[in-house]
Each structure stands twice: as structure tokens, then as C-alpha cells.
């Protein structure tokens, strides 16, 4: 699978990717210093503190040498500078550590769209029209009309509270985070309500495939060579009806990154997501560019990703 | 994020407080005994990470609640706000001319990583917070040589450099120990405020250790290895902008002795409705600590209806008044101009009493607030329970008279040309600051007819544009530092080092009103306070403010937690609080 | 569909441009949902223009019933936290969404569509500084595009609108763009060409009355997804700013209060709801009808 010419297409999309962090972080880097306003000052500072503090962060030198000097160290040490607000906080290890928290609940939540939209338009296509197919096309429509953060505000109320109280607190979802990695009971909730919007889609998306790949010839072939069902479903159908699906991984995995900054927000999550949203309003500078490298290199891998998969899902692809 | 500000600049002699009303705090119904629980932990949220913790600089309100925890003042306010012995072993009186103190210090507190806390470690922590000029730095403005620590220009290791060779230009020249335990301290100017300046929980003035802090000059008190200090409990994990944990130091000096054994804070939470739904789930024992103490009405509204957990909601009138501020000095730094400018004489001042009668405040505090979270300030700027409170309904500015400000409006903008295009100015990190804008927005569209428009910025921008005069219109309050009615006039419209000028958000500046000041601040309490209130009355006079609500604090406490709570002033200490078993 | 769609692909365009709109129109009435669609978004239309001249309440007015109350006779869908008419900010909000989801369409189609033509038709160094730029654009997430414009502009609705245009243009850039590469190579564009037509001429004249059908279509599906995108701006605080109510910030400000006064959260979100997939079947109607080539 892993051709000569596949190599070079990825090592390709690599220096694309390079580019495109550069272009982004610049593009934030240069337009966020216009932004009125920053995280220094308060009505605290007198005399020369101000100005200490503007030379601790190199903030009194020219805009040209701030940046050069946040490419060099960027690019030779990783290193994305010093928190504004919370003095002291190094920001490469805090978006990195933000990024795990990310990509786990994003991770969750992509199972949870591929799987259980997958499942679901498997079964609604299998059992057209009846009341499966009809709560699907009932859910997705509230999957993609509804605003994610109503959707989360709901499934907070539903199973954190309301189960709760039901169950007198024997079963319930928890909010919040614990530890780095949180605890099993913390993670369902927010990446349910993270996915669900683009699980209804990927339902759609097999339900339209799958009902197109079962009246192939192929499959009434297999039929008539006396295959069992599941086996015709799972080994001819289902890997053909992936296919649509992987097309709108791309999109899938920004939506997810973009639908952190609200689920992060409201379950209270320590992601990148939650600190992007902060960290812009705190007028941290410094960590909102570096929140922003990382989702262009994110994004870029994620696409690069999705692209190799292809390979993977589909022969017939070749880069 | 700290809803209103607090600063210390000049501080006169304060006087005890007697009216302070303590809360009774948790206690109610359910399971509630009096055996302790085994696990002594005690976990809440706390709304954005720590600034910093290093005393010498800290400035935020949330922060310096956390670090009364973990450092001492030689001397503190205990609950009912008495100034108590903490790293004295006495209030020391001053002489009888007021220029020297002598403290002796306690022979057994030691540090949470074991040094001896001595007299060095008061001369090193103060000529620091002095040289190092942080907000409460000032607190130490009184004692000889600090004109020229004050200029101090060096930062970081090389002010560490200068402070261990004790040189001159870091060396307070009135501050000398005897020996070990004795602390004399020589004031350039009596200044009968000390005492109270150094007793404020966290601020400059409180003990750090040379050992630790010279391991990191800026930054030592963000890692656990080297945040020390001689308080009851000491940081033992910290993960930025997620989680902090603190553990009881073992064996500790003071009394009492802390029954935690550990304190939780949960940074990752910054929504005030998710805290309550994890609290409500078990996952916090207190909502209201760390900027929490101003809860969603609606969750209030809800947990008195029920029968459960309207136990646990605490309910504290803190010593806070909000209002609004009118630009009234237009000139090369203050910008935004407007017209309630001062120098536009009678029309302005009308323009502005239109705008302060056209709000109906007791509206304000029913739709708002719920006339839960807030009371109508109709006693003048200070709040009740503090001196200088001028009596309910003393306010004239608080009246609602529509037909009155629509008369004032028509004589003074007879075209509407000066009152287009306001804009009003808040911050929204206080849940009732953005109600509060679209009420006032709509009562001065029904009862004058102008459309204000209304715009939030972040706290930290908002600070700084209000200060530059860059808002015509903007929120404003304060919260008290220490019971004196000098922390309200002198700080917000005195002549004070801090802003560029005085009067400093709303650039109300004049002679009468200094010279008052003036005589107040040298005067002895009784006297001083018909001055002050004089004081007051020429702010309505010249229409300055349009004042809104006090504000009441907001807490969610488990029956199970006891010794848990707040005054008016800051909230309790840790070592007093304990978990009952549940 | 598949015998149409043959149908369509063997037939020269330019010729019969009449009936091919007529028969979108066949196609569309035949649809019913899209048809439903149409007539409710017909009666949005409607109310919004009636709340311009009479609403039961002022929108702004404060205090007409008790905050939070929910639903009654007076007040059909209840106040909201300041105590203000819930059925009067809903009709206001439908003007505010109406504006923000169409007038990003019309900027959209305004900036993307050029670009994507004259990327299209010149290919070579122009096309691949266009695909760079749009690369760089799809490799930030659109939120936080818009979360930066808006801080910098400051949140007005003419600022949201721009800043959802800089999230958008390049879906209709891109889909341009692959419609005149596909069209450029086809014989009555080289007939054109043939006959001295100028590239302005060729662009507007020929490539893109063929391309309206796509474009359309993909304008429709913008609309919602414009709407949807101010509400998650109302969300994080940088929408349409007071006393002017939008769905997304009715729903939002309602959030804290969901468990005293649901009705302030559930109310704007079946208005966004209904609308949003109002526009999306109109959109599938309309890109069944218009482009029959195109399988669901």
C-alpha cells in the first residue's frame, strides 16, 4: 500500500502543511497585535511596572522583531512563549497537554459519529421504512438544525441531572474533568453531544449508500450463492457504503475541533477548545496564537489523515 | 476577573466593626452530626486560574483569598475584622508621635518547608515588595526610604542580586531588626493606616521565604517545590488552568490547628450553571469560592424553590456597590469627550441628571436581580453595615422621576444631537453586569428617548480603556478593602499615585472637593465623617454617579461543611472549616 | 432519476436554457417537502416584515411581564430574563436571522463567484494562489476565523455578516472554480472563443448562466448554515449585540435558566430548528430540480 509515489505524496502534504502553519500563525500573529486592549494591564500597575512587564515579554520591541522572534521560536525550540494572564505558565506544555484532552474527546466522539451514525444507517437502510428508518430521519434532522450548544444543554439536563435525581444518584453522567486523561464517566457525555450532530449525517450518508450497494448485481449474486445476510451486509455492503462516509471525514474532524470550543465550554472540559474561548477574551495574546498553530497543524494532519485512509478503504485510490 | 476593584493606595486608621452580620454558615437539614468525616478534603471551583500567589505583586481578590491561606501577615483581620497577632506576637501600639512600631515576632512559626521564620525574613519580604512595586506596594508608601525603594528599576534575578547584598537602593532605611524576633519600623510620615495596610489578607506586607523565592524570582510560588509560606496549608500540585491541590501542613505553628487535610480547586469549570449542576452531582462541596460568589439568578431562584437545597444557599450582603460613570473631563489623554463633560457646565449637568432619573432602580433590583442578589443603593456610594452609609433613601441621585429627566433631557439636548450615538460600556464576566446594560439601555430609550448603545469588553480591557477615559458611559463600582470611608473617596476620586490622574474613571477632578478630602482624611474618625458625607453630597450635587445596587453574595454550601462561608469581606479561612460526616 | 440524468448529459445547454428553468420548476412543484418549505419560509418572510411595523410588545421593553414566567395568555410564549415578550423577540429575531443567512449568501456569491471564474478560466499561477488561499482558510477552523475577525471589527451585525463571508466564500470559490475548468474545455465555450468573444463575455456571458443551477443550490444550503454559525457567535458572546434579539442569542441567554424556564431556550430553538430545515429541503428540492445530474 505504501508506494514510492505515496510516500512522496505525503511528504508533499507535509511541507504544505509546514506552509500553511506558518501562514496561519503569521496571519494570527500579525492580526492580533492590532487588537485593542491587552492582558497586562490593570488598574494596579503604577509607575514602571508597565513597562517592566511589557519588556519581560519583549513587547517594547518593533512588531517586525517580535515576530522574528516568535518564528525562531517557534520553529527552533517549540517554544510559543509565556502566558499574559497566568504569569509564569510556559504555553508550549499547556496546549500540548490541552491538545491530549482535545484529541480524546475528540477521538470519543469520531467513534461515536462513525459508529453509531454507521449502525444506524446500516439498520434504517436495511428496515426502510419503518419506525427505525423514521426516528433516524427524526433525530438527524435535530442533528443538523439544532444549535450544538441547546443539544449539550439538554443532554446535561437529561443525564446528568434529571438521571440523577431518578436514580438517587446511583446512575448518572458526570460532568467536568478529572486527572489528565478525565474518568470513563466524564468523557460519554460531552462526546456524544460533540458527535451527535455529524452522526445523523454519516447516518444519512450509509442509509443513502447502503440502499444503492444493496440492489447492485454483486450483492444479488451473493445472495444467490446462498451467503448469510450479515455476511453479504458486513463484507460486501458495508465496506463499499464506507466509502461516502471517509469523503466527509475531513469536514467531520474540523467540525469536531470547531464543536470543542462550545462542548468544552459548557461540560467544562480542559481542551483547547475551552482555552482558545478564554484566552481570546483574556486578550492572552500569546497562548491564542499558540492555540491557533496547533489546530492549522491539527487540521492539516487530520486532512492528511483522512486522505491516506482513502488508501486504505478504497484500492482502486493510488496517490 | 474580580467584579469590582480593589486597591489600597492610602489608608487611614480603621475603625472596629461592629454591625458586620456573620453568617451562619451551611448548617440546615439532612444528615448533618457532628462527628467528623474521614475524609478530610475539601473541593470547589474556582473561576480562572491564579494571576499569581507571590504577595509582593498579587492584586486580584480571588487570588488573595487563596493565599490567606498560605501566608501570614504579621499581623491579620480575623473574622469579625478585628486586626489580630498572626506573625506578631502582639498589635504593637505606635509611639507617641506616630513615626515608629516595634513588632516582636513568635519564636515557633516556621516555614511549610521548615525554615525558622525570623526578623530577616519581614526585611527581606518587605524591601522586596516595596522595590518590586506591585499593587499593594504602597501598603509599606509610609515607612522611611521608600521614595527611594520605590524608584527601584531592576527585575528578577538581578533585583534578587541587590536585595541579598541588602543594597541601598532596595533597603528600606526604617525598617531594622535588633535581633532575631524584633522588628522596629520607622515611618517617614505617621500614618495610623499601617496596621490595617498590612493586615490585608495576600497583599504586600505578608511573609514569603528568601530560600524559595531565590530559586525563582518571578515565578517561585507557581511551582509547588518553592510556593512556601508559613500559612496552615501549602500547595502540592498544580496542572495551569485545570486543578490545584493543597495539603494541610503537618504540625503546623498557628491555631487552630486545620481538621482538611486537603483542599481541591477545580480550574477546568468556568461556567457558573455547570458548577452548580457538578456541585448539585456531589463533585463540589462549596460553589461561591474562587469569583463564583455572584451565582446565576435563575439557579437561585430555583434552589429556594426547592425544599432540599435551599438550605445550602447562603446569601451575604458584601461590601460592594455598583453604579454608573459618566467621561466628565475631556482633554489629550482622556479621549472619548461626550457630553456630560464637566467644563459644559449646567446643560451637561442636567444631561446627566436626566440619565441618572430616568432609571428606575427599584425596577432595576426587582427585574435584575430577583431582589436577591441585590439591594437598591439608595444610601449613597458606601453600602450599608459600613461607616459612611448615608441612610436609606439619602440618595437623591437613586429617585425615579421620568417626567422630570424627560424635561431636563429636552432643556439641556433640545435637537438630540449630543445624546446620539452613546455607547455604554461594560465588562461581562459578572453574570448581572450584561442584564443590567440592556435594562439600563431600555429604561433610558422608554423614559428619554435615546437609544444608548450598549458594548461589553473583556475585565482586563475595560479596565484599562475606563481608566484612559475612553468610555462616555460605562459601569463602574467598588468594593471595599477595610471599614473607612477614606478606601471610597480618596481611592476613586482623590488625589492618589496610581492612575494618571485623579478621579481616575470618571476624571471628576475639583478643588472643592480635594480640600475636603483633604481635611477628612487628617482628621479623627467621628469628626472626619461628617466631612466625608459632605464629600458624597458634592458628587450629587454635581451629579457624578447614578447609582444602582449593593450587591450580596451568593454561596452554595453542603450541609456537611462546616466553618465554611464568608463576610463581608473576604471569605473564611480554611483551617476553620471542617467536613462532618455525611 | 438515472434515465433524466442520461437524458440531461447528452443534450447541449446553451440552447435550451428556457425549458431547462421550466423544468427545475415541474421538478421543484412535484417535490412537497421543498414545496412546504417554500411556503413557510414565504410566511417568515412575512412575519419578519410584519415586525417591523407591529410586534404585541416592544422587543426592548423590560419588565411587561414577570421574568422568567413561562407562557400565557398574554404573553403567548412567555418573557425572558429581563421580562420581556418572548413571541415579540422571536419575530424581531426572524429579520435579524433572515438578514444574517441571506446577506451572507448574497457577499458569498458576491466575492466567491468571480475568484472561482477567473481561477477557472486562467488556471495557471492565479489558480494556484487561489487554491493556496483557500487552503490556508479550510485549515483553520471557521469558528475561530470569525472569532478573530469580531474582535478585531467588534460585533456588529454588518461585522458578523462579513465575518461568516470569510468562513464561506470558498465552498462557492471552489465549486466556481471546478464548474468553469469542467466548462472552459466544452465546444460552445470554444466556439465563443473561436469567435473573438472577450473573457469577460466568455466568464459572464457563457460559463457562468451554466453554472447558476450549483450555485444556487450551494447558496441555499448557506443560508442555514449562516444562521446556525451567528447563533454559536451569540453563544460565546460575539453575536448580534442587544437590545436586537437573534434566535442564537435568545437561546443562549435562556441557557442558565433552562431548569426555571425552559420555554426561553425551547422556543427560539424549534423557531432555528424549523427554519433551518426549511432552507435545507428547499435545498435538496431545488438541487434535484436544478441539477438532476447530481445524485443525492
Known amino acids: ?319 | 476577573m474580580t467584579p469590582t476593584s480593589l486597591r489600597i493606595l492610602k489608608a487611614l486608621a480603621v475603625g472596629g466593626v461592629s454591625s458586620i452580620v456573620l453568617v451562619a454558615c451551611g448548617g440546615g437539614t439532612g444528615t448533618t452530626s457532628t462527628s467528623l468525616a474521614s475524609n478530610q478534603t475539601l473541593t470547589f471551583p474556582i473561576l480562572a486560574d491564579f494571576g499569581t500567589l507571590d504577595p509582593a505583586v498579587a492584586d486580584a481578590e480571588t487570588d488573595q483569598e487563596i493565599q490567606q491561606n498560605m501566608f501570614d501577615g504579621l499581623v491579620r483581620f480575623d473574622s469579625n475584622l478585628n486586626i489580630i497577632p498572626d506573625l506578631a506576637t502582639a498589635v504593637p501600639t505606635a509611639s507617641a508621635d506616630g513615626l515608629s512600631y516595634t513588632f516582636t515576632l513568635r519564636k515557633d512559626a516556621t516555614f511549610s518547608n521548615g525554615d525558622k521564620f525570623t526578623s530577616k525574613d519581614v526585611l527581606y519580604s518587605w524591601n522586596r515588595g516595596a522595590a518590586m512595586q506591585g499593587a499593594y506596594a504602597t501598603n509599606l508608601a509610609a515607612i522611611a526610604g521608600y521614595d527611594v525603594v520605590s524608584n527601584n528599576k531592576a527585575s528578577g534575578a538581578a533585583l534578587e542580586a541587590l536585595l541579598e547584598k541588602k543594597d541601598p537602593s532596595v533597603t528600606l532605611t526604617g525598617l531594622t531588626a535588633p535581633d532575631d524576633y524584633t522588628v522596629n519600623v520607622k515611618l517617614a510620615t505617621p500614618a495610623g493606616w499601617l496596621l490595617t495596610a498590612i493586615a490585608l489578607a495576600g497583599s504586600t506586607g505578608w511573609i514569603v521565604d528568601q530560600n524559595a523565592v531565590k530559586q525563582d524570582f518571578d515565578n517561585w510560588w507557581a511551582n509547588p517545590a518553592t510556593a512556601i509560606g508559613t500559612g496552615p496549608f501549602k500547595m502540592t500540585a498544580r496542572v495551569p488552568k485545570q486543578s490545584v491541590d493543597f495539603a494541610a501542613v503537618p504540625n503546623w505553628w498557628g491555631s487552630p490547628k486545620p481538621t482538611l487535610t486537603k483542599v481541591h480547586l477545580d480550574v477546568s469549570v468556568n461556567d457558573a450553571s455547570t458548577a452548580i449542576t457538578k456541585y448539585e452531582q456531589g463533585g463540589y462541596d462549596v460553589v461561591g469560592y474562587g469569583g463564583y460568589s455572584n451565582l446565576p439568578v435563575a439557579d437561585i431562584l430555583r434552589i429556594k424553590a426547592s425544599s432540599s437545597e435551599s438550605s445550602q444557599l447562603v446569601l451575604h450582603p458584601k461590601v460592594r456597590s455598583y453604579w454608573v460613570s459618566f467621561n466628565m473631563v475631556h482633554d489629550a489623554k482622556r479621549t472619548a469627550g461626550g457630553p456630560f463633560l464637566l467644563s459644559d457646565g449646567q446643560s451637561a449637568h442636567d444631561l446627566r441628571l436626566a440619565f441618572a432619573l430616568a432609571v428606575d432602580k427599584a425596577k432595576l433590583v426587582t427585574v435584575v436581580c430577583q431582589s436577591i442578589v441585590c439591594t437598591p443603593a439608595t444610601g449613597g456610594l458606601i453600602p450599608p453595615t459600613l461607616v459612611g452609609y448615608m441612610g436609606d433613601n439619602q440618595d437623591p441621585l437613586a429617585k425615579f422621576d421620568a417626567a422630570k429627566a424627560k424635561s431636563l433631557l429636552t432643556s439641556a439636548d433640545p435637537t438630540g444631537s449630543k445624546t446620539k450615538g452613546l455607547v455604554y460600556t461594560y465588562d461581562p464576566e459578572n453574570a448581572l453586569n450584561k442584564p443590567t446594560a440592556e435594562f439600563l439601555q431600555s429604561q433610558w430609550h422608554d423614559n428619554l428617548g435615546v437609544d444608548v448603545s450598549i458594548q461589553p469588553v473583556s475585565h482586563s480591557q475595560f479596565i484599562k480603556g475606563r481608566l484612559k477615559g475612553q468610555y462616555t458611559l460605562s459601569r463602574d463600582g467598588w468594593q471595599a478593602d477595610y471599614n473607612h470611608p477614606q478606601d471610597w473617596y480618596d481611592n476613586l476620586w482623590g488625589n492618589v499615585v496610581g492612575c494618571p490622574d485623579s478621579g481616575c474613571t470618571t476624571g471628576y477632578d475639583t478643588a472643592a472637593y480635594d480640600k475636603l478630602l483633604a481635611k477628612a482624611d487628617a482628621e479623627p474618625m467621628p469628626a472626619a465623617l461628617a466631612d466625608y458625607k459632605t464629600l458624597n453630597q458634592q458628587l450629587i450635587d454635581d451629579v457624578v454617579y447614578i447609582p444602582l445596587y449593593y450587591s450580596v453574595g451568593s454561596f452554595l454550601i453542603k450541609s456537611y461543611v462546616k466553618g465554611a462561608g464568608t463576610n463581608s469581606f473576604f471569605d473564611n479561612y480554611w483551617n476553620t472549616i471542617q467536613i462532618l460526616s455525611h | 432519476m438515472a434515465t433524466t440524468a442520461a437524458a440531461v448529459i447528452t443534450r447541449p445547454t446553451t440552447p435550451e436554457q428556457a425549458s431547462l428553468w421550466s423544468d427545475a420548476w415541474r421538478r421543484l412543484r412535484r417535490n412537497r417537502l421543498a414545496l412546504a418549505s417554500a411556503i413557510y419560509l414565504a410566511l417568515l418572510v412575512v412575519v419578519a416584515i410584519v415586525a417591523i411595523f407591529h410586534t404585541p410588545y416592544s422587543y426592548r421593553e423590560v419588565g411587561v411581564a414577570l421574568p422568567y414566567s413561562g407562557p400565557s395568555s398574554t404573553n403567548w410564549f412567555g418573557a425572558d430574563i429581563l421580562g420581556r415578550d418572548v413571541l415579540s423577540r422571536l419575530m424581531v429575531g426572524a429579520q435579524i436571522s433572515l438578514i444574517v443567512g441571506v446577506g451572507t449568501q448574497v457577499l458569498v456569491v458576491a466575492v466567491g463567484v468571480p475568484i472561482g471564474l477567473i481561477a477557472g478560466y486562467y488556471k495557471g499561477w492565479i489558480d494556484s494562489v487561489v487554491s493556496f488561499i483557500i487552503n490556508v482558510f479550510y485549515g483553520i477552523p471557521d469558528l475561530l476565523v470569525a472569532m478573530i475577525l469580531l474582535l478585531l471589527l467588534g460585533p456588529s451585525l454588518n461585522n458578523i455578516i462579513i465575518a461568516i463571508v470569510a468562513t464561506r466564500w470558498m465552498d462557492m470559490t471552489r465549486l466556481v472554480r471546478g464548474q468553469t475548468l469542467a466548462l472552459r474545455e466544452r465546444e460552445f465555450i470554444e466556439a465563443a472563443r473561436a469567435s473573438g468573444a472577450k473573457p469577460l463575455k466568455i466568464l459572464f456571458g457563457h460559463i457562468l448562466p451554466n453554472s447558476l443551477g450549483p450555485i444556487i443550490v450551494q447558496a441555499t444550503f448557506g443560508v442555514p448554515a449562516a444562521i446556525l454559525f451567528e447563533a454559536f457567535l451569540s453563544f460565546l458572546g460575539i453575536g448580534v449585540q442587544p437590545p436586537t434579539p437573534s434566535w442564537g442569542s435568545m437561546a443562549a441567554d435562556g441557557l442558565a435558566a433552562i431548569r426555571i424556564a425552559p420555554h426561553m431556550v425551547i422556543v427560539p430553538s424549534i423557531a432555528l430548528s424549523l427554519t433551518l430545515m426549511a432552507f435545507n429541503f428547499l435545498g435538496d428540492g431545488l438541487r434535484d430540480a436544478l441539477d438532476p445530474r447530481q445524485k443525492r
Open chain 1, 1 to 319: 500500500m505504501l508506494t514510492r509515489g505515496t510516500l512522496i505524496y505525503i511528504g508533499q502534504r507535509l511541507v504544505l502543511i509546514v506552509f500553511t502553519v506558518i501562514a496561519v500563525s503569521s496571519i494570527v500573529f500579525l492580526g492580533i497585535h492590532r487588537l485593542p486592549g491587552d492582558a497586562l494591564f490593570n488598574e494596579h500597575l503604577h509607575g514602571t511596572q508597565y513597562e517592566l512587564l511589557l519588556h519581560h515579554y519583549g513587547l517594547d520591541k518593533p512588531l517586525w522583531d517580535q515576530y522574528t522572534s516568535f518564528l525562531s521560536g517557534l520553529f527552533l525550540h517549540g517554544n510559543l512563549g509565556e502566558s499574559l494572564v497566568n504569569r509564569g505558565v510556559p504555553i508550549t506544555p499547556l496546549v500540548l497537554r490541552e491538545l491530549t484532552v482535545s484529541a480524546e474527546v475528540g477521538l470519543f466522539a469520531l467513534v461515536f459519529t462513525i459508529g453509531l451514525g454507521m449502525l444506524l444507517g446500516v439498520v434504517a437502510a436495511i428496515r426502510q421504512n419503518t419506525w427505525v428508518d423514521y426516528l433516524l430521519s427524526t433525530t438527524s434532522v435535530i442533528g443538523y438544525s439544532m444549535p450544538s450548544f441547546v443539544i449539550a444543554t439538554f443532554l446535561i439536563l437529561v443525564f446528568a441531572v434529571w438521571l440523577d435525581n431518578l436514580t438517587q444518584g446511583t446512575f448518572y453522567f458526570k460532568i467536568g474533568w478529572t486527572g489528565q486523561f478525565g474518568t470513563i464517566g466524564e468523557i460519554w457525555l460531552p462526546a456524544f453531544a460533540l458527535g451527535f450532530p455529524y452522526a445523523s449525517i454519516v447516518a444519512r450518508l450509509t442509509r443513502a449508500s447502503m440502499l444503492e450497494v444493496i440492489r447492485q448485481d454483486y450483492i444479488r449474486t451473493a445472495r444467490a450463492k446462498g451467503l448469510r445476510e450479515t455476511v453479504i451486509m458486513v463484507r460486501h455492503a458495508l465496506r463499499n457504503a464506507l466509502i461516502p462516509v471517509i469523503t466527509i471525514l475531513g469536514p467531520l474532524v474540523i467540525g469536531i475541533i470547531t464543536g470543542g470550543v462550545i462542548i468544552e465550554n459548557i461540560f467544562g472540559i480542559p481542551g483547547l477548545g475551552k482555552e482558545f474561548a478564554t484566552s481570546i477574551l483574556n486578550r492572552d495574546y500569546n497562548i491564542v496564537i499558540g492555540v491557533f498553530t496547533m489546530f492549522a497543524a491539527m487540521v492539516g494532519i487530520a486532512n492528511l489523515a483522512v486522505d491516506l485512509a482513502y488508501v486504505v478503504i478504497d484500492p482502486r485510490i493510488r496517490y
